[in-house]
Nanobody, 125 residues
Framework: QVQLVESGGGSVQTGGSLRLSCAASTHPSTYGIYCMAWFRQAPGKEREGVARIARDGRVAYADSVKGRFTITRDNAKATMNLQMGSLKPEDTATYYC?????????????????WGQGTQVTVSS
């Protein structure tokens, strides 16, 4: 497992943008082996996958964020970002960074064994 720390959450109005970052406490040479992902959890709802990125840069997105969110990673710095645009009130949630041994099909909770503490994103109408 690896320790993960998120940053960059905050409050914005509908249509605004935010950039989330995740820093992994592992040597960059080790970080590159991980599948990285963003999940989110709104009050009273289950945690859901938002986006994930493989070590080679292949990405996958939830349908609800396609075209609005962009996930990137920097293996040399052991970091990952989520650029969020055209934000909607339904994007309001706590966002979590996650790491797993391999990227499989989809963005499934069970594929990840390291989690950050989460960062709050609030979108007001």
């Amino acid at each position: 497992q690896v320790q993960l720390v998120e940053s960059g959450g905050g409050s914005v109005q509908t249509g605004g943008s935010l950039r989330l970052s995740c820093a992994a406490s592992t040597h960059p040479s080790t970080y590159g082996i991980y599948c990285m992902a963003w999940f989110r959890q709104a009050p009273g709802k289950e945690r859901e996958g938002v986006a994930r990125i493989a070590r080679d840069g292949r990405v996958a997105y939830a349908d609800s964020v396609k075209g609005r969110f962009t996930i990137t990673r920097d293996n040399a710095k052991a970091t990952m970002n989520l650029q969020m645009g055209s934000l909607k009130p339904e994007d309001t949630a706590t966002y979590y960074c996650a790491a797993g041994p391999v990227c499989l099909s989809g963005i499934r909770l069970a594929d990840y064994d390291s989690w950050g503490q989460g960062t709050q994103v609030t979108v007001s109408s």
